[in-house]
């Protein structure tokens, strides 16, 4: 039994191990006559608390909109050049936590599937900070493929 994959829903940071689901996904969307959304999330700021001695410079609501444009930019770059316009993409670039956007956009968008790269973490970095693709996993609604 093969699943109709409508909407999939397929987030980057930009690094390998994220833009190594991009071709798989595009893949699947070919064939599946699928549309892809392009996901990139910028992590908001966060205000650090002042009794500590760093200083993080809030960014100007320019520097904001500039980031958004680039992160726009650098979606529509990763579509692999042999599945231009052979496959329908959307990008989509918000501001918040990654894997909580990544998993309200693909209920927004009524995605049948998330595509993510895993990023490749072991050991002790890994249960520390744990994974977007783990907590994707955990929070979608719709089937998750994990590439590696």
Known sequence: MTLPFKTIVVPTDFSEFANAAIPVAFTIARDQKARVVLVHVLESVVIPNPLYATYYPIPTQEQVRQAEAASQKALKDVVPPEFRGKVEV??????????????????????????????????????????????????????VLIVR
């Open 90 to 143: 959307t990008t989509r670039a918000v501001h918040g936590e990654p894997a909580s956007e990544v998993v309200r956009i693909a209920r927004d968008e009524m995605a049948s599937l998330i595509v993510i790269g895993s990023h490749g973490r072991t050991g002790l970095k890994h249960l520390v900070l744990g994974s977007v693709a783990e907590r994707v996993l955990r929070g979608s609604s719709c089937p």
